[in-house]
């Protein structure tokens, strides 16, 4: 099993960053790939970002390219979510992805280990 842990949410203005942190422990090394979702009230949990471990092959969903940057620490089995130039439609709860798969995924069943989100609201 692995267990991962979110953290940095909160509340922020238009404009401003974030950045959110993800604590993977258990039997990280059967994970290969980590991922982003979010999930705006009343809407289907959505893709942000995905990377590999290796730090290789990493996509961002096209609402976030040039303002989100995905990164980790192998060391420290955490990945992170830069998240910059927020704007209101961010609005969401976070939640970060672990996968077996060998091939970064954007969908949902993609990914095998879930945490249990946190909170990011952006003011207008």
């Known amino acids: 099993q692995v267990q991962l842990v979110e953290s940095g949410g909160g509340l922020v203005q238009a404009g401003g960053s974030l950045r959110l942190s993800c604590a993977a422990s258990g039997r990280t090394f059967n994970t290969v790939v980590m991922g982003w979702f979010r999930q705006a009230p009343g809407k289907e949990r959505e893709f942000v970002a995905t990377t590999r471990w290796s730090g290789s092959s990493i996509y961002y969903a096209d609402s976030v390219k040039g303002r989100f940057t995905i990164s980790r620490d192998y060391a420290k089995n955490t990945v992170y979510l830069q998240m910059n130039s927020l704007k209101p439609e961010d609005t969401g709860v976070y939640y970060c992805?672990?996968?077996?798969?060998?091939?970064?995924?954007?969908?949902?069943?993609?990914?095998?280990?879930w945490g249990q989100g946190t909170q990011v609201t952006v003011s207008s």
């Open positions: 992805a672990a996968s077996l798969a060998v091939v970064p995924g954007r969908r949902e069943y993609d990914y095998d280990y």
